[in-house]
């Protein structure tokens, strides 16, 4: 191999970059011993890319049978390794081989050879991927379970699919429904709300997964995740207008996120030393009336409400309407996501935000990368911020 080096920088401009491609094709090996163990015939090679060398290289060892038609290929990352080449290269290569007809993939599985017959499956499968979202419930109640995330999960769609990608958003309710739709999906971005159960299915079709403000385990499967800090936030604008008697409110249905805001507060409460005698938390119902009722006492006894997230305090300002409890007058109420409908509603709800294009951008981006066997989760929090607005007064 050193004489290569010796002899390139003597020759004429016209045999140079004939030397220089041999050269290019010994450097995709470990050692000179590679080269005839797996042979591909130099003369023939001429000016081409490095990319046309590994396809030249893969063919012939499909036509040697080094790779065999039951077995995947080795991952591009891989490749690229052993051909001291990077990965998109090799993709490049693949990519080509694909159009060929000669190998086809299998998305967020690996690159496997067309057998007799095949050859129509590997454009079938050079489609773009699905990346699909999962909520939890029926479609026509997707504004009403989502909270935070109603409105990302239609941005997060739309960018999907300006990233050239195919995305639906599917709505589950059981098993049966998951199981519909998982088999063709390629990955998976999964809602706070959808159950344990529910997740559990998706996960056993080792696809990559993107959990938004829910927590996943796995190798392929990423963690995107809202900070409370704005809850400490929220406590200290109703303290600095002088609320010391805060009630804080959560769904009678158990919510992850909720309990993570509730314990928050709780925390941001004792420090501030705030209303010790007085029954700090409450899941509410608003659909049962014994449970209203409790709450319209809980009521009396506080000078301002934090709801868990904004659905459940729009309820609330309407519970507080046919009560005849003006806001902000006779109580003030926060909420945390700030939908669309708290800048129309009024009084308009102080609540705390996230940057959704940030966060869907980057579930994006994630979810593509993803689609690489090679590529592992990771976990990422968003920070969020209060944003004040008419629904806190002073006391």
Avoid at 162 to 182: A, E, F
Avoid at 230 to 236: G, K
Avoid at 258 to 264: A, D, G, K, P, V
Avoid at 357 to 386: I, N, Q, W
Wanted: glycine share 4%.
């Amino acid at each position: 191999m050193s004489v290569w080096y010796t002899i390139i920088p003597v020759l004429s401009r016209k045999n140079r970059s004939f030397f220089n491609t041999i050269d290019v094709r010994c450097s995709l090996y470990n050692n000179e011993s590679d080269i005839y163990n797996d042979p591909v015939d130099l003369k023939n090679l001429g000016h081409q890319s490095k990319y046309s060398i590994i396809m030249e290289i893969v063919r012939k060892r499909i036509t040697n049978g080094t790779y065999s038609e039951d077995k995947m290929l080795p991952s591009e990352r891989a490749l690229g390794k052993e051909l001291n080449t990077n990965h998109e290269t090799v993709n490049k290569a693949l990519s080509n081989l694909v159009a060929e007809g000669l190998v086809y993939r299998k998305r967020g599985v690996g690159t496997f050879i067309c057998g007799p017959g095949q050859r129509g499956a590997a454009q079938a499968q050079n489609l773009p991927p699905n990346i699909d979202i999962f909520i939890y419930g029926k479609a026509e109640d997707l504004f009403h379970s989502q909270s935070l995330f109603e409105e990302v999960l239609f941005t997060l769609q739309n960018l999907i699919a300006r990233s050239g990608y195919n995305s639906r958003i599917l709505p589950v309710k059981d098993v049966l429904d998951v199981k519909t739709y998982v088999d063709k999906t390629n990955a998976a971005v999964i809602s706070e709300y959808l159950p344990l159960e529910l997740i559990r299915v998706i996960k056993v079709r080792a696809i990559p997964l993107i959990g938004l403000n829910c927590e996943l385990d796995g190798p392929r499967a990423s963690a995107f995740l809202v900070e409370n800090n704005a809850v400490d936030q929220l406590v200290d604008h109703l303290y600095k207008r002088g609320h010391r008697d805060i009630l804080f409110v959560g769904s009678r249905n158990f919510n992850h996120n909720h309990e993570l805001r509730r314990l928050r507060f709780l925390r941001r409460m004792e420090l501030l030393q705030l209303n010790e005698n007085l029954q700090r938390t409450f899941r509410i119902d608003l659909d049962n009336e014994r449970s209203a009722e409790k709450l319209a006492k809980e009521f009396s006894k506080c000078t301002a409400v934090m709801a868990a997230d904004d659905y459940l305090a729009v309820q609330l300002q309407k519970f507080f309407a046919r009560h005849s409890i003006r806001v902000p007058e006779d109580i003030s109420l926060t909420g945390f996501g700030n939908l669309s409908i708290t800048r129309t509603i009024f009084p308009t709800l102080t609540t705390a935000d996230i940057h959704r294009e940030t966060v869907c951008r980057e579930v994006v981006e994630e979810a593509s990368s993803l689609l690489d066997p090679d590529k592992e989760g990771c976990r990422k929090f968003f920070p969020t911020h209060m944003i004040a607005r008419s629904s806190v007064a002073k006391v």
